[in-house]
């Protein structure tokens, strides 16, 4: 009987480890978002892009309606085509880069052959279906949003941890209860107390910016349709192999079908194989400071990729719902980490963090342990020990 019980407690004492440990990737998923998201920065503000996006010798942050050079390489385009053909080329290059970066972890680790053998299986296809929802429809959502209405889209994205928690529920049958359904919604107030701030300089009422705020929403749903397949995908595939399906799934398609067909539509498709070169180019230091497109790519790559793969196997250890409101937390992240490179490093205008966002960052901190933690079972253990 007693050894009975003790290898139940061995087994909760296992579960709580498991789970923990899967909180500690989630919230690390976020941390890496942020990364990336500041070095994609990096990379379109440097080189051809400054031209492309109409800064010319001057780069400041947000984005914003006649900023793109509407005759990118002397060809006429109208604003709409330019954005989604910006946002495009600059998702398909991390991406491309990003699979790279991944299926070279996954040869070093001795799993190259194990990643092809799951490409073709019926887990893997679920993978590349979760690809080209997050990779060509998501990321590029994102990236778009950003353009036509500025920061506010990163907290408008971060709104997919309440669209994954509400599919894993309805389609897997993972846990969501009330006390959980509270601090998701904690989480999403406190990505919109962080966004609150990107309003500055924007009409609110203008069509592009509520057009963008609907393409962020795309992101966001993209991104929770993503969260939830591949947190259970990831359960039978290893998640390393399953973020290199996924990035070279959204690489290729996003970089080879979808960005030439933006170009076609723009009646410029000869153009598509000098801005894809372009892109890359640049000097590697400009006045001291790391100006390649190139080398942020490389950076923003690797750290999409981490990020995902943390976010897939995060997912797949403590569910969805708790999974995606960890990795939420990159609605700070993001303009904490562009405040880094951005504002400090580089010395671009408009990075600047404000009292609430840390505000926001504690809310979120409460969200996120009130889904985890039932707080009177934790009032509980204490008052028995």
Do not use: H
Request: aromatic share 14%; with cysteine.
């Amino acid at each position: 009987m007693g050894n009975s019980i003790e290898l139940k407690q061995a087994r909760i004492a296992r579960r709580s480890r498991f789970f923990k440990k899967g909180v500690i990737i989630a919230v690390g998923s976020g941390m890496l978002y942020g990364v990336y998201v500041a070095a994609l920065y990096g990379a379109t503000g440097n080189g051809f892009w400054l031209d492309w996006y109409g800064y010319g010798d001057t780069v400041t942050a947000g984005w914003y309606d006649n900023v793109v050079d509407p005759t990118m390489g002397g060809i006429a385009m109208s604003f709409v085509i330019a954005v989604l053909i910006l946002g495009a080329l600059g998702s398909g290059i991390n991406d491309f880069i990003s699979a790279i970066w991944m299926i070279g972890k996954t040869a070093v680790k001795g799993k190259f052959m194990d990643y092809l053998r799951c490409f073709a299986s019926k887990p893997g296809a679920v993978m590349v279906l979760c690809a080209l929802i997050g990779g060509p429809i998501a990321s590029t959502a994102f990236l778009i949003a950003l353009i036509m209405a500025g920061p506010i889209a990163t907290p408008i994205s971060a709104l997919c941890p309440a669209i994954g928690a509400i599919i894993g529920r309805i389609v897997f049958k993972q846990q969501l209860n009330f006390r959980m359904a509270i601090g998701i919604v904690i989480c999403v107030v406190a990505t919109f107390m962080i966004g609150s701030t990107a309003f500055t300089g924007f009409e609110i009422t203008d069509p592009m910016f509520l057009a963008g705020l609907a393409v962020a929403l795309i992101s966001a749903l993209g991104w929770g349709i993503e969260g939830a397949i591949a947190g259970f995908g990831t359960s039978v595939i290893d998640y390393e192999i399953s973020i290199s399906i996924r990035q070279l799934t959204a690489g290729f398609f996003t970089l080879f079908i979808l960005t030439p067909a933006l170009f076609l539509m723009a009646g410029a498709v000869g153009l598509y194989p000098t801005m894809l070169f372009e892109a890359l180019q640049g000097q590697i230091m400009v006045d001291g400071l790391l100006a390649s497109p190139l080398v942020w790519f490389l950076i923003s790559g690797l750290a999409a990729g981490l990020s995902f793969g943390f976010w897939y196997k995060g997912n797949s250890m403590c569910g969805a719902a708790l999974g995606m409101a960890c990795n939420g937390g990159f609605s700070f992240w993001c303009p904490f980490f562009s405040f880094l490179v951005c504002g400090l490093y580089l010395g671009w205008e408009g990075f600047d963090l404000y009292p609430i966002q840390w505000v926001a960052a504690i809310v979120m901190v409460v969200g996120i342990f009130l889904i985890a933690v039932n707080p009177l079972e934790l009032f509980k253990k204490n008052r028995e020990v």
